[in-house]
């Protein structure tokens, strides 16, 4: 496979929850966690997944991963269609983001890391004990750690055997689910160089899920910005960090503090108000009552991710007020 | 240090504060000797890591940490020329609340879901005033204020909110709540620990520049304890940086991030992300955040340190002053 082959493609997603299904309900309410998103990662390539807490993020991830049923949409993985098979979760694997509650507290961490290797290949019980040891190696933890239990390693550790339990299948692509969000900031930069040199050494494609806009920055090439369910604006990181259109981009790049005194960018905020319900978004435009441009079409109809140009796209209505 | 001229200058002085935990693997040095000052109007911020005392320090102040775990506080924390930690138990209730309020990470775990958010406001400035004139001022009067609390920490409709539950509001619109009630009593300084840590970053922005322009309004001063050196450095006016119960370093907030002077404050700098991977590759501290059950008598960074020199593990480096107001606890600045 070569880079900037497609790797993952995600078109038209959607993942509803029924709220109080009953049968004797006629009409009943959905919470439209994922509404209709198409996001694609290339060989290779890091994408992120950027928003605020009950956008959607989290379950597209697990969504992406089948763990939760989509209710429309197909999700293609070196171009078959996604199933639950040994085949495909030897090529897509996670990493949570509470180390904590992502490690069995009863089990050794050599069984943790092996897990993966025992229900999805048919190796021997000593070629899976060297991939162990290899995984663990290229996390850079001592083998003398095989033998203890999750909470007898610190938080970075914990981290450190879930990135090695992801990669222990050789997998193409890591979905990272906020890896460093429970992380100290000395720990986060160590577990985000870590990341860096496997994707160098194994080829790995990965597809990040945070809200920490400096961590997605950092890390990818591309991103995807999601408000209520939806994509509102996705393109090269670099140009939309730089140059964001979709005015809840602008806002969230502009709440974001940045560790410089004379830049103070966190006090001149203007937005107003918090992200919707997912239950009953906004109509239109989901962003229009917290928009300084919104005007009356925004909140009649929704608008549709326009391309801005060739890989760039951009869900407003008055994209030009922005420009 | 001079007492006199600081102790009328500054709102609150914390010297030399101490503070040690019993735990079943032997005690814990949570603070290790701690001075700091903190002057009227001004935002105070302490950054540090889990683990490095800055909530211990908080706690200490207000006098609510419970013995056990605590086993010895020391030092002097001095606020209107009393030391607090002479005070006993019923006499800090005096002060608590009403001369020096707190505000917590989690607004939900803070405020009592069975009442409205209206009667917790009413309760907070009931306790004030029956402790300015000892009587109980006028239902309507009370009313009005709550109105008033509501209306000073920007929450739209506040008629209609006095009248709900906590858990009917958001994360943001509890943490406001908070800000009310705490405000609510006019104190001299609010102490915050991690207040935004709970929120998304549209809303933290919200409260921290509601926080910034409320100290002004109400004749606040604000201890700000955080992880978060980039809130810090938007916000504050002072940064203190704490590491293993310390304070490794402490200065003007421009100066602390134009010119670090500690290697672990430089080490914090280096390893928040900015720009690209393409651009930079990230410098991450070695090791790990220090075991505080050990004690030592030596720089307690020392084992992380990129420059650390034999002098390091002899003695334990005091905080120094640097330049000015800039001051540091490592042996590099002599």
Redesign the interface.
């Known amino acids: 496979m070569n880079k900037n082959d497609p790797l993952l493609e995600v078109q038209n997603l959607k993942t509803y929850f029924n709220l109080r299904g009953s049968i004797l309900r006629k009409h009943s309410k959905y919470v439209k966690a994922v509404d209709t998103i198409s996001v694609t990662v290339r060989s290779q390539e890091t994408v992120a997944v950027v928003g ?2 009950g956008c959607g993020k989290t379950t597209l991830a697990r969504t992406i991963l089948l763990l939760t049923h989509p209710t429309a949409g197909s999700i293609m993985l070196l171009g078959r269609e996604g199933v639950k098979s040994k085949e495909f979760y030897r090529n897509v694997q996670m990493v949570f983001q509470d180390p904590d509650s992502s490690l069995d507290p009863t089990m050794k961490i050599r069984d943790i890391i092996a897990e993966p290797l025992k229900g999805l290949s048919n190796l021997t019980q000593k070629e899976i004990e060297s991939r162990v040891l290899k995984s663990l190696e290229e996390v850079a933890l001592n083998s003398d750690v095989l033998d203890r239990v999750p909470r007898q390693l ?1 938080g ?1 550790q914990k981290q450190r055997i879930n990135i090695a339990r992801a990669i222990v299948t050789e997998p193409k692509l890591v979905i990272l689910d906020e890896p460093t969000s429970a992380l ?7 577990i ?2 870590l990341l ?1 040199d496997l994707q160098t050494q194994h080829g790995l494609s990965y597809l990040i899920i945070t ?1 920490n ?3 997605a ?3 990818s090439d591309r991103i995807y910005v999601m408000y209520a369910g939806r994509i509102v604006e996705q393109g090269p ?2 140009v939309v960090i730089r140059k964001p259109r979709h005015p809840y981009t602008i ?2 790049l ?9 830049r ?4 001149n ?1 203007e ?2 108000g ?2 919707p319900s997912s239950i009953n978004p906004p109509s239109g435009c989901r962003f229009h009552p917290r928009c300084p441009y919104s005007e009356e079409i925004c909140s009649i109809k929704e608008p549709d991710l326009d391309p801005l140009s060739q890989d760039r796209f951009v869900a407003c209505h008055f994209v030009n007020k922005t420009a | 240090m001079k007492e006199g001229s600081i102790l009328t200058e500054n709102v609150l002085t914390v010297e030399n504060l101490s503070i040690d935990y019993e735990s079943n693997r032997g005690p814990v040095h949570a603070l290790d000797s701690v001075s700091i000052g903190i002057q009227p109007r001004s935002l105070t911020a302490i950054v540090g ?2 683990g490095c005392g800055k909530t211990s320090l908080g706690l200490g102040v207000i006098g609510l940490l419970p013995m056990p775990p605590v086993k010895n506080i020391t030092g002097k924390v001095w606020y209107k020329k009393v030391n607090l930690l002479d005070l006993d138990k019923e006499e800090i209730r005096r002060y608590r609340g009403t001369e020096i309020a707190m505000i917590f990470q989690e607004p939900i775990t803070s405020l009592n879901p069975v009442y409205k958010v209206g009667q917790q406001i009413e309760e907070a400035i009931a306790i004030r005033d029956s402790r300015a004139t000892h009587k109980n001022t006028d239902a309507n009067d009370r009313r009005s204020e709550i109105i008033e609390s509501l209306n000073r920490v920007r929450i739209p409709d506040a008629e209609n909110v006095a009248n709900r539950y906590p858990f009917e509001l ?4 509890r943490q406001r709540i908070m800000i009310a009630m705490a405000l609510a009593q006019k104190p001299s300084l609010l102490i915050a620990d991690e207040p935004t840590t709970a929120l ?7 409260v ?2 509601l926080m ?1 322009n409320l100290m002004n309004e109400v004749n606040t001063s604000i201890l700000l304890i955080t ?5 810090a ?4 006016d002072k940064v203190a940086v704490m590491y293993g119960g310390q304070i490794v370093e402490e200065a003007e ?2 100066e602390l ?2 010119a670090p002077s500690h290697p672990y404050t430089q ?11 393409a651009k930079a ?5 070695q090791g ?2 220090l075991d505080l059950k050990q004690t030592v008598n030596y720089c307690k960074f020392a084992p992380r340190c990129p420059h650390v020199m034999d002098k390091c593990w002899e003695s334990k480096p005091d905080l120094r002053t640097v330049e000015g107001e800039h001051k540091a606890a490592c042996y590099l600045n002599e």
Do not use: W
């Open positions: 605020e807490s610190s970075g100290d900031a000395s720990v986060q930069a160590q985000l160089n860096l809200h806009i400096a961590v920055e950092y890390l990181t670099e806002a969230l502009a709440s974001a503090p940045i560790p410089d005194p004379k103070k960018n966190l006090l905020v937005i107003v918090e992200p | 890591e889990s958001s994360g943001g619109m998304d970053v549209t809303t933290q922005a919200q921290l520049k910034r992880h978060d050196l980039a809130v450095s938007q916000v504050a907030v421009n991030f134009s080490g914090l700098l280096a390893c928040i992300p900015t720009g690209s991977k590759r990230l410098k991450p501290i790990n955040v």
